[in-house]
Protein backbone atom coordinates (compact mmCIF):
# COMPACT_ATOMS: atom_id res chain seq x y z
CA UNK A 1 0.00 0.00 0.00
CA UNK A 2 1.41 3.45 -1.09
CA UNK A 3 1.86 5.95 2.02
CA UNK A 4 0.45 9.11 1.86
CA UNK A 5 1.69 12.22 3.47
CA UNK A 6 0.09 15.33 4.50
CA UNK A 7 2.33 18.37 5.61
CA UNK A 8 -0.95 20.79 4.51
CA UNK A 9 1.86 22.87 2.34
CA UNK A 10 2.20 26.77 2.00
CA UNK A 11 2.26 27.98 -1.50
CA UNK A 12 3.38 30.99 -1.02
CA UNK A 13 5.66 30.31 1.61
CA UNK A 14 9.65 31.22 0.46
CA UNK A 15 12.41 29.21 0.25
CA UNK A 16 14.87 29.74 2.47
CA UNK A 17 18.08 31.84 1.71
CA UNK A 18 20.84 30.57 3.41
CA UNK A 19 22.11 27.58 3.08
CA UNK A 20 24.13 24.98 4.90
CA UNK A 21 26.88 23.58 3.19
CA UNK A 22 28.56 20.60 5.07
CA UNK A 23 32.23 20.29 2.87
CA UNK A 24 34.32 19.52 5.80
CA UNK A 25 34.17 15.49 6.24
CA UNK A 26 37.47 13.43 5.89
CA UNK A 27 35.77 11.58 3.14
CA UNK A 28 37.45 8.54 4.32
CA UNK A 29 34.63 6.06 2.47
CA UNK A 30 35.66 7.66 -0.55
CA UNK A 31 39.65 6.71 -0.59
CA UNK A 32 41.46 6.43 -2.80
CA UNK A 33 39.96 9.13 -4.75
CA UNK A 34 40.18 11.58 -1.94
CA UNK A 35 43.79 10.49 -1.54
CA UNK A 36 44.22 13.59 -4.01
CA UNK A 37 40.77 15.95 -3.96
CA UNK A 38 38.17 16.32 -0.64
CA UNK A 39 35.54 14.69 -1.26
CA UNK A 40 33.00 17.37 -2.60
CA UNK A 41 35.33 17.75 -5.50
CA UNK A 42 34.90 14.03 -6.47
CA UNK A 43 33.00 14.17 -9.91
CA UNK A 44 29.31 12.07 -10.68
CA UNK A 45 28.68 12.18 -14.41
CA UNK A 46 31.57 14.99 -15.23
CA UNK A 47 30.55 17.19 -12.61
CA UNK A 48 32.18 17.90 -9.01
CA UNK A 49 30.08 16.78 -5.97
CA UNK A 50 29.57 20.17 -4.71
CA UNK A 51 28.27 21.81 -7.88
CA UNK A 52 25.53 19.39 -8.34
CA UNK A 53 24.51 20.93 -5.09
CA UNK A 54 25.10 24.09 -5.64
CA UNK A 55 23.37 23.64 -9.11
CA UNK A 56 19.83 22.61 -7.23
CA UNK A 57 20.25 25.57 -4.96
CA UNK A 58 20.08 28.14 -7.72
CA UNK A 59 17.59 26.66 -9.08
CA UNK A 60 15.52 26.88 -6.04
CA UNK A 61 16.53 30.26 -5.95
CA UNK A 62 18.83 30.33 -2.76
CA UNK A 63 21.36 33.43 -2.59
CA UNK A 64 23.58 32.68 -0.07
CA UNK A 65 25.56 29.83 1.62
CA UNK A 66 27.80 29.10 4.22
CA UNK A 67 30.31 26.32 3.62
CA UNK A 68 32.31 24.77 6.30
CA UNK A 69 36.04 23.25 5.36
CA UNK A 70 38.51 21.12 6.72
CA UNK A 71 40.49 18.32 4.51
CA UNK A 72 42.04 20.24 1.84
CA UNK A 73 40.59 23.14 2.43
CA UNK A 74 42.29 25.49 0.27
CA UNK A 75 41.57 22.87 -2.95
CA UNK A 76 37.67 23.36 -2.25
CA UNK A 77 38.04 27.19 -1.21
CA UNK A 78 39.67 27.91 -4.83
CA UNK A 79 37.26 25.71 -6.75
CA UNK A 80 34.31 27.80 -4.97
CA UNK A 81 36.15 30.70 -5.89
CA UNK A 82 36.69 30.45 -9.17
CA UNK A 83 33.14 28.30 -10.19
CA UNK A 84 30.34 30.12 -7.85
CA UNK A 85 29.73 33.18 -9.43
CA UNK A 86 26.06 33.59 -8.85
CA UNK A 87 25.25 32.95 -4.98
CA UNK A 88 27.12 34.63 -1.87
CA UNK A 89 29.63 32.03 -0.45
CA UNK A 90 30.40 32.45 2.79
CA UNK A 91 33.74 29.94 4.38
CA UNK A 92 33.20 28.62 8.50
CA UNK A 93 36.59 27.98 8.31
CA UNK A 94 37.25 24.22 10.33
CA UNK A 95 41.13 23.72 9.93
CA UNK A 96 41.97 23.49 12.77
CA UNK A 97 39.34 21.15 13.95
CA UNK A 98 36.38 19.18 12.36
CA UNK A 99 33.64 20.15 14.21
CA UNK A 100 31.54 16.80 12.66
CA UNK A 101 27.76 18.00 11.37
CA UNK A 102 26.12 19.23 15.34
CA UNK A 103 29.51 21.19 15.71
CA UNK A 104 30.09 22.58 12.56
CA UNK A 105 26.52 24.20 12.24
CA UNK A 106 27.57 26.01 15.70
CA UNK A 107 30.54 26.98 14.63
CA UNK A 108 28.86 29.03 12.06
CA UNK A 109 25.84 30.03 13.94
CA UNK A 110 26.58 33.84 13.40
CA UNK A 111 26.95 33.35 9.67
CA UNK A 112 24.17 31.85 9.22
CA UNK A 113 21.92 34.06 10.48
CA UNK A 114 18.21 33.92 12.35
CA UNK A 115 15.90 33.02 9.77
CA UNK A 116 15.30 29.28 9.06
CA UNK A 117 17.95 27.31 6.79
CA UNK A 118 18.80 24.85 4.77
CA UNK A 119 21.65 22.12 5.44
CA UNK A 120 22.58 20.30 2.87
CA UNK A 121 25.09 17.74 2.94
CA UNK A 122 27.94 18.64 -0.25
CA UNK A 123 28.09 14.85 -0.94
CA UNK A 124 24.36 14.54 -1.92
CA UNK A 125 22.92 13.96 -5.39
CA UNK A 126 19.77 14.08 -6.35
CA UNK A 127 17.71 14.54 -9.20
CA UNK A 128 14.15 16.20 -8.69
CA UNK A 129 10.82 14.73 -9.23
CA UNK A 130 7.91 16.71 -10.47
CA UNK A 131 8.82 19.52 -8.26
CA UNK A 132 11.73 21.16 -7.39
CA UNK A 133 12.65 18.77 -4.05
CA UNK A 134 14.15 22.65 -2.41
CA UNK A 135 10.86 24.67 -3.34
CA UNK A 136 8.88 21.62 -2.25
CA UNK A 137 10.33 21.76 1.59
CA UNK A 138 9.73 25.29 1.83
CA UNK A 139 5.93 24.59 1.28
CA UNK A 140 5.63 21.73 3.69
CA UNK A 141 7.72 24.27 5.93
CA UNK A 142 5.97 25.51 9.36
CA UNK A 143 7.79 27.21 11.97
CA UNK A 144 4.89 26.95 14.20
CA UNK A 145 4.98 23.27 14.15
CA UNK A 146 8.59 22.40 13.13
CA UNK A 147 11.94 22.91 14.56
CA UNK A 148 13.38 20.31 11.67
CA UNK A 149 12.18 19.30 8.52
CA UNK A 150 14.04 16.34 6.59
CA UNK A 151 13.67 15.42 3.41
CA UNK A 152 13.65 11.50 3.35
CA UNK A 153 13.59 8.73 0.46
CA UNK A 154 11.68 5.11 0.53
CA UNK A 155 14.62 2.38 1.82
CA UNK A 156 13.26 0.49 -1.47
CA UNK A 157 14.30 3.72 -3.47
CA UNK A 158 17.49 4.85 -1.89
CA UNK A 159 20.11 4.34 -4.99
CA UNK A 160 23.34 2.33 -3.91
CA UNK A 161 22.67 2.52 0.06
CA UNK A 162 24.25 0.07 2.14
CA UNK A 163 22.17 1.26 5.57
CA UNK A 164 18.77 -0.47 6.83
CA UNK A 165 16.90 2.95 7.04
CA UNK A 166 16.96 5.85 9.48
CA UNK A 167 13.95 7.12 10.58
CA UNK A 168 10.08 6.67 11.15
CA UNK A 169 7.22 8.10 10.21
CA UNK A 170 3.38 8.44 11.18
CA UNK A 171 0.64 9.03 8.42
CA UNK A 172 1.38 12.86 8.37
CA UNK A 173 4.61 13.15 7.92
CA UNK A 174 5.87 13.54 11.54
CA UNK A 175 9.49 12.02 12.57
CA UNK A 176 8.21 9.69 15.15
CA UNK A 177 11.17 7.35 16.04
CA UNK A 178 15.20 6.64 15.13
CA UNK A 179 15.27 2.67 13.41
CA UNK A 180 16.24 0.12 16.14
CA UNK A 181 19.41 -1.84 16.59
CA UNK A 182 19.12 -4.77 13.78
CA UNK A 183 15.81 -3.92 12.25
CA UNK A 184 15.14 -1.70 9.52
CA UNK A 185 13.36 1.53 9.48
CA UNK A 186 11.42 2.36 6.28
CA UNK A 187 12.89 5.93 5.21
CA UNK A 188 16.29 7.06 4.72
CA UNK A 189 17.66 10.63 5.20
CA UNK A 190 18.85 12.16 2.19
CA UNK A 191 21.39 14.86 3.42
CA UNK A 192 19.01 18.17 2.89
CA UNK A 193 16.54 19.69 5.79
CA UNK A 194 15.51 22.67 6.98
CA UNK A 195 16.32 23.94 9.86
CA UNK A 196 15.13 26.41 12.63
CA UNK A 197 18.03 29.03 14.08
CA UNK A 198 16.41 28.10 17.17
CA UNK A 199 17.38 24.22 17.58
CA UNK A 200 20.99 25.69 18.43
CA UNK A 201 21.27 26.03 21.48
CA UNK A 202 23.03 24.27 24.32
CA UNK A 203 25.55 22.21 22.33
CA UNK A 204 28.98 20.74 23.99
CA UNK A 205 32.50 21.78 23.85
CA UNK A 206 33.76 20.78 20.20
CA UNK A 207 32.51 17.82 17.55
CA UNK A 208 29.04 16.20 17.51
CA UNK A 209 26.26 15.13 15.42
CA UNK A 210 23.76 16.61 14.33
CA UNK A 211 21.49 13.76 16.08
CA UNK A 212 21.60 15.82 19.12
CA UNK A 213 19.08 18.29 17.60
CA UNK A 214 17.20 15.82 15.87
CA UNK A 215 16.32 14.07 18.87
CA UNK A 216 15.14 16.90 20.86
CA UNK A 217 13.11 18.01 17.89
CA UNK A 218 11.97 14.25 17.70
CA UNK A 219 11.16 13.82 21.16
CA UNK A 220 9.02 17.31 21.00
CA UNK A 221 6.87 16.34 18.13
CA UNK A 222 8.75 19.10 16.03
CA UNK A 223 10.76 17.25 13.62
CA UNK A 224 9.15 16.39 10.04
CA UNK A 225 10.08 14.24 7.30
CA UNK A 226 9.28 15.23 3.34
CA UNK A 227 9.76 12.15 1.02
CA UNK A 228 11.64 13.18 -2.09
CA UNK A 229 9.98 12.27 -5.19
CA UNK A 230 12.46 12.01 -7.67
CA UNK A 231 15.64 10.06 -7.79
CA UNK A 232 18.67 9.82 -4.99
CA UNK A 233 21.92 8.74 -4.58
CA UNK A 234 23.93 7.58 -1.55
CA UNK A 235 27.51 8.16 -3.50
CA UNK A 236 29.41 7.11 -0.40
CA UNK A 237 32.10 5.31 -2.04
CA UNK A 238 34.03 4.44 -5.39
CA UNK A 239 31.75 1.57 -6.67
CA UNK A 240 28.87 4.12 -5.80
CA UNK A 241 29.84 6.14 -8.74
CA UNK A 242 29.36 4.14 -11.84
CA UNK A 243 25.92 2.64 -10.37
CA UNK A 244 25.04 6.44 -10.42
CA UNK A 245 25.93 7.61 -13.71
CA UNK A 246 24.29 4.80 -15.51
CA UNK A 247 20.87 5.44 -14.17
CA UNK A 248 21.48 9.08 -14.60
CA UNK A 249 22.79 7.72 -18.72
CA UNK A 250 19.62 5.73 -18.83
CA UNK A 251 17.44 9.21 -17.94
Not at 28 to 53: F, N, Q, S, Y
Not at 113 to 125: E, R, T, V
Not at 171 to 196: C, D, M, N, S, W
Not at 236 to 241: F, H, L, M, V
Request: with cysteine; glycine share 10%; charged share 25%.
Amino acid sequence: MTRTLSIRPDPGAKVPQTAMVMAAGLGKRMRPLTATRPKPLVEVAGKPLIDHVFDRLRSAGVGRAVVNVHYMADALEAHLRARVKDIEVVVSDERQQLMETGGGLIQARDLIGDAPFLCINSDNLWIDGPTDAIRAMAAAWDAARMDALLLMVPLARAHSHRGKGDFHLDPFGRIVGRREAGKLAPFVYTGVQILHPRVLVDSPEGPFSTMLFWERAIEAGRAWGLVHQGLWFDVGSPPAIPAAEAILADG
